[in-house]
C-alpha cells in the first residue's frame, strides 16, 4: 500500500463519485478504478459498495478514511521538518494574527534573526484557523493566534492569558468612567471583528457578553481590528479589544479597564505536536526571556523538544 493509494481512495471516499474524484486528482477514471482495485486487493476487503449511488463506504472503508487522513497529515509533517533538519540555512515561517503584533512579537523576530541568522525567519499574517490548516500542510512551523482550536495533529502552547478592555470614542461619557463593567457596555452597539472565518476574536467577546446574561443592543461585524477602532473614533459603537492595544495610540480613541473577572483572551502559540526542532525551543525560551525582562505575567509549559 502507497501514499498514492490513499490520497486515491480519500478522493473517491470524499467526492463519494470516481468520475468527479478523477477530476479532482487530475487524472482519467479508468487507472482511477484500477488503483483502488488494487488497493482493496492488497488488504483483502471492500471499501465501496458498488451497488450504491452515490458510492457508499463499507465499515472497513469507513475504518481505513479516518486512519488514512492522520497519516497523510504525519508524513506531511514528517516531510517539512526533515527538509528543514537536513538544511544548513534553515527556514522557519510564522504565521500570526493582527492583534499579537502589539504584544511581543516584534521585538521576539528582531531578537530571533539577531541570534539565529542562519535561520531565514519569514512572516505570514493569517487567522488562528488558517494557521491549523497551514500547519499540517507545512506552509508554516508556528503559529501565533487566539482561539483554542483542538486538534489531534497540533500542540497548542498557551503563554498567557492577556486581559481585554473597552475602546471607546474620547468624548463617550463612559471613557473615563471607573469600574466600567460590561452590563455598563450593554446598551452601546458593539463593534466586532473579524467577520468570516469564524469562530474567530468575535465569538470571544460575544461570549463574554453570553456568560453574563448580558445582550448588547446591537452587533455590528467588521473586517479587522483597524476598521473596528475608526468606526469607535467615529462614535458609531464601542469594542472590546486585547490589553496589548494600549500600544496603539491615537487621540479619538481611549482604552478603558474592565471591573471583570476573568475577562481574557489567550495568546496562543501552536506547532506540529510532533516537531521538536531547536529552533522552535529556541522561539519559545526567547519569549519566556522578554515577558521577564518586561514584567509580563505568563503561564510556562514543558519544554520542547
Known amino acids: 500500500m502507497e501514499l498514492r493509494h490513499l490520497r486515491y481512495f480519500i478522493a473517491v471516499a470524499e467526492e463519494r463519485n470516481f ?8 487524472i482519467s477514471q479508468p487507472p482511477l478504478s484500477r488503483q483502488i482495485q488494487q488497493l482493496e486487493a492488497n488488504l483483502g476487503v471492500r471499501l465501496f459498495e458498488r451497488g450504491s449511488r452515490p458510492l457508499a463506504l463499507t465499515e472497513a ?18 516531510k517539512s521538518m526533515t527538509q ?29 534573526r539577531a541570534s539565529c541568522p ?8 493569517m487567522t488562528t484557523l488558517e494557521q491549523i490548516g497551514a500547519l499540517k500542510e507545512g506552509k508554516i512551523d508556528v503559529g501565533f493566534g487566539r482561539i483554542r482550536h483542538e486538534d489531534i495533529h497540533i500542540r497548542r502552547i498557551v503563554l498567557r492569558e492577556e486581559p481585554l478592555m473597552a475602546a471607546l470614542a474620547a468624548d463617550h461619557p463612559l471613557a473615563r468612567s471607573a469600574g466600567l463593567t460590561l452590563r455598563a457596555l ?33 452587533i455590528m461585524e467588521v473586517r479587522e481590528l483597524q476598521v473596528a477602532l475608526g468606526l469607535v473614533a467615529a462614535g458609531v459603537g ?50 519566556y526571556a522578554l515577558y521577564d525582562e518586561q514584567g509580563i505575567a505568563y503561564i510556562k509549559s514543558a519544554p520542547v523538544g
Open 19 to 26: 468520475s468527479r474524484a478523477a477530476e479532482r486528482l487530475h
Open 61 to 78: 472503508g469507513r475504518f481505513l478514511y479516518g486512519h488514512a487522513l492522520q497519516f497523510l497529515a504525519q508524513s506531511l509533517e514528517l
Open 84 to 112: 528543514r533538519v537536513g538544511l544548513v540555512e534553515r527556514p522557519l515561517s510564522l504565521g500570526f494574527v493582527a492583534s499579537t503584533l502589539y504584544d511581543i512579537l516584534p521585538q521576539l523576530i528582531r531578537r530571533f
Open 118 to 125: 542562519e535561520v531565514g525567519l519569514t512572516l505570514h499574517e
Open 186 to 218: 450593554q446598551a452601546e452597539t458593539l463593534i466586532v471583528y473579524p467577520q468570516t472565518p469564524r469562530p474567530s476574536f468575535a465569538d470571544q467577546v460575544l461570549a463574554a457578553f453570553r456568560d453574563r446574561a448580558l445582550v448588547p443592543q446591537r
Open 238 to 287: 464601542i469594542a472590546l479589544v486585547p490589553h496589548c492595544l494600549h500600544s496603539l495610540k491615537r487621540p479619538d480613541v481611549i482604552y478603558s479597564a474592565l471591573d471583570e473577572p476573568h475577562l481574557v483572551s489567550p495568546i496562543i502559540m501552536s506547532t506540529r505536536q510532533l516537531d521538536e526542532s531547536e529552533d522552535i525551543a529556541t522561539l519559545l525560551q526567547m519569549i
